[in-house]
DNA sequence: GCCGTTTTCGGCCCGACTGTTTTCAGTCG
């Protein structure tokens, strides 16, 4: 599906041009929309050209329809190219610099010809820039420092370490004396894969006490640059520059303030879009009746002087909106407002539906615990089975399993089991996916386990269509319950095996193999957007930790964050099963 | 540029903070 991702970043880039072109921002952020679209598409975009289905995609109109087509015809677009032609490319680059914004760049371009990030910085040294309106001298040592920052900046952070920032900063501001409420907000509340920054809401006991908080916060140890600071909000950056935003409001207004900054920023739109047609306004500082909001009196870092229809819950803003409660994770804009309309949302699972782990590994391949003490980290964990699935032969450098061994381990396993009856251990093997979808053991040994997880961990760089034959190949097997870690993608490192997911699915929800998502914060595979797609086909799903050690089963918590992103109920996961339901359908293969 | 169960034209979400200004534009989320 590289043709929707060409698409998805030509989008991008149109939209950026023109920002830089000083265009309408509502053109600019139809194609930002359509990019984002693209992104996310399950299926290829040329089926539906060919179905000529291209304007029945919401978000899709004419203009954008039409480049679409050329580009499927012809792998260019005139248009984009016409536009490319009148602003500089070395200008994009320049739209990542915090603090710098398009008509600034358009600024230094059109009266210094400035066209590259090399030359701003040159401009900046050399004074250049200085007697521009606008300019001064606070505003050029910034971008200066921003520069700076980008060249050492990490980038996106995993969620798990966002996750560990995040609490360590929440339990600190939870022990204020002056401190009430404090929540994380944000993509990481969200359950994205990767955080750009951390955003804090809190509220003080008393509405007095916003800046004493802010400046405590802005004073912790690991601050290294405070961005900003007034009475309501602060931002700042850790050693390693990272981003972490707090905003304090009073109590009252905690729930509108904590719906308002977990966004995401298309749900926000969507919900004020739908506050202003019942007659309302939506603001981080509650939802108000219009008439009421127009009247009131208004002064910065206070809420306004009217009566709020709601603020102090996110439950209450959504029930006044004529909504169901919208989860967190569910906040994208892909449908949830529609169906929260229509009381149709899923119940979606929770992290205490999980009853078991079906993928980690011991002492006997590359994992650092032994099966006895990986039981009882499950047991600790209040699981009713577990599956032990060490690393087939293949895997030499993790010490992947001899046939011999295999069955060693099995009994091994078996044994082990007779010990604990509080759970239910299934003997199983992570088995390598070979590149052409054969299975690395042969049938009759693969018939000695009780549970089989089948992985691809080499030969990720193969064309879609081989690729497809591989992973269908191994979901058609008659030994394996589950795919694990399907497309190989690891979170920023490396790219996902090409795969005609509709193929994929089809074939799995006909061979009753479920689909892993692989909770591991580096891999999270499948995603959100395929494991939505994937239980829609009626493929079932299997969340698992592929734990090494004791201390990795807690990352069950990202996989959940992924399946709840993805729409999931308990129903569609093979891990909510009990024992007996979860042996029937292991059984029902064979 | 996209959209429409009042609309095919005229809307489209809103506030805080900074730096540059004497009332506001740009940027950010």
Redesign the pocket.
Known sequence: MSLNNDLSELFKNFSRLMELKGE?V??VI??QK?SRILNDMTFDIRQAFEKGELDSI???????RRIISEFIRTGRSTEFDEVATTVPAGLLPMLD?????????ALFWKEKGITSVDALVKAIDDGSLKGL????????L?IKEALERMKNASGRLRIDEAMSIATDFVERLRKLPEVAYVEYA?SLRRSRETIG?V?LICSGKSPDDGEAIAKVFTQFPEVSKIL??????ASILTARGF?I?IRIVPQENFGAALLY?TGS?EH??RL??RA?DQGM?????GLYKQTDYDKAQ?K???A?DAKPVASKTESDVYRKLGLQFIAPEMREDRGEIDAAETDTLPTLIELSDVRGDLHCHTTASDGRHTIEQMVEAAIEMGYAFLAITDHSKSQVQAHGLSVERLLAHVKAIHDVGRKYKEITLFAGCEVDILADGRLDYEDEVLAELDFIVASPHHALTQNEAKATDRIVRAIEHKYVNVIGHPTGRRVEVRAPLPLQFDRVFKAAAAAGTALEINANADRLDLNDVNARAAAQAGVKISINTDSHDIASFPDMRYGIGVARRAWLTAGDVINCMDVKALKKFIAAKR
């Open positions: 309408s509502f053109k139809a194609f359509v919401e978000g899709i109109g004419e203009s954008s610099i915090q603090g710098l914004g398009p008509k600034t760049i309106k606008g300019v001064g001298d606070k505003k050029l910034g944000g920054d955003d900003g600071q007034g009475t309501t909000k981003q935003d900054f920023k926000n739109v004020r879009g202003i306004t939506l603001n981080e500082w208004k910065t870092g206070e306004p």
